[in-house]
């Protein structure tokens, strides 16, 4: 088989990505067949009782500036992940990403760990929750978020079921925050720029989150945007 690889590993080979790529678990997200393509997410169960999400596509294709005949969604969604672990921004943990152009077809594999003792913002909501642990999620949002615009990243999706969130600590609890669904982040020149679409988007889409907590979220943000500097 002529194969042509893109991978993020030079230890990469075509053993590990056919190990992964005929390693079946259930479908998280069902597999579409979209124009752009094949994408679908199954949730693997490892032998020492892991949970891995593996996110395949076929033929599936991001088109930008750097990449005007595209390049596979996957890769590019991988140096989103990267470049925000980077930036200290709470990402799942990549444990294999691969490409290869077969004789018939692209093939792309995401293999991460789960974000174990997360939930979504929307699960957040969804329960009663201190008051002095949800003004904590505010703040951690808006440094989390304007860390990454103050990066020059824009998430792209930036709406309650990305956000996730986890409490951890005993009598002095902590909020951490995670984002979740950047296939479509891109990389931005200014900060204004990274932030412009993703504020207005999280703006029309923060449902279930109130109009209270949007609002000191808000300006929160606009407290670290305009200081450019995340605790």
Same mark, same amino acid.
Request: aromatic share 12%.
């Given at each position: =088989?002529?194969?042509?690889?893109?991978?993020?590993?030079?230890?990469?080979?075509?053993?590990?990505?056919?190990?992964?790529?005929?390693?079946?678990?259930?479908?998280?997200?069902?597999?579409?067949?979209?124009?752009? $393509?094949?994408?679908?997410?199954?949730?693997?169960?490892?032998?020492?009782?892991?949970?891995?999400? #593996?996110?395949?596509? !076929?033929?599936?294709?991001?088109?930008? =500036?750097?990449?005007?005949?595209?390049?596979?969604?996957?890769?590019?969604? *991988?140096?989103?992940?990267?470049?925000?672990?980077?930036? $200290? !921004?709470? @990402?799942?943990?990549?444990?294999?990403?691969?490409?290869?152009?077969?004789?018939?077809?692209?093939?792309?594999?995401? !293999?991460?760990?789960?974000?174990?003792?997360?939930?979504?913002?929307? &699960?957040?909501?969804?329960?009663? @929750?201190?008051?002095? *642990?949800?003004?904590?999620?505010?703040?951690?949002?808006?440094?989390?978020?304007?860390? =990454?615009?103050?990066?020059?990243?824009?998430?792209?999706?930036?709406?309650?079921?990305?956000?996730?969130?986890?409490?951890? $600590?005993?009598? &002095?609890?902590? @909020?951490? !925050?995670?984002? *979740? $669904? *950047?296939?479509? #982040?891109?990389?931005?020149?200014?900060?204004?720029?990274?932030?412009?679409?993703?504020?207005?988007?999280?703006?029309?889409?923060?449902?279930?989150?109130?109009?209270?907590?949007?609002?000191?979220?808000?300006?929160?943000?606009?407290?670290? =945007?305009?200081?450019?500097?995340?605790?």
């Amino acid at each position: =088989m002529n194969t042509q690889w893109f991978r993020h590993d030079s230890a990469t080979e075509d053993a590990n990505f056919d190990k992964w790529w005929d390693t079946y678990g259930e479908w998280f997200e069902s597999q579409d067949q979209l124009y752009s $393509g094949e994408s679908g997410i199954q949730r693997l169960h490892t032998p020492d009782g892991q949970l891995l999400y #593996s996110k395949r596509q !076929i033929n599936h294709f991001h088109r930008s =500036m750097v990449h005007p005949f595209g390049q596979p969604t996957i890769l590019h969604e *991988l140096q989103a992940l990267q470049a925000l672990a980077r930036l $200290g !921004i709470r @990402v799942p943990k990549v444990v294999f990403s691969a490409a290869r152009k077969t004789e018939t077809e692209w093939q792309a594999l995401l !293999i991460t760990e789960s974000l174990d003792g997360f939930r979504s913002l929307e &699960e957040w909501y969804a329960e009663p @929750v201190p008051a002095e *642990l949800n003004q904590q999620l505010l703040q951690q949002l808006a440094n989390t978020v304007g860390r =990454m615009h103050l990066g020059g990243w824009e998430h792209g999706r930036l709406y309650p079921k990305n956000i996730f969130v986890k409490v951890t $600590g005993g009598r &002095e609890k902590k @909020v951490e !925050i995670a984002l *979740l $669904g *950047l296939a479509k #982040s891109c990389h931005r020149l200014t900060s204004y720029s990274a932030a412009k679409h993703d504020y207005e988007q999280f703006k029309q889409l923060h449902k279930p989150m109130p109009e209270e907590d949007w609002h000191a979220f808000a300006a929160a943000y606009r407290d670290v =945007m305009e200081s450019g500097y995340v605790p």
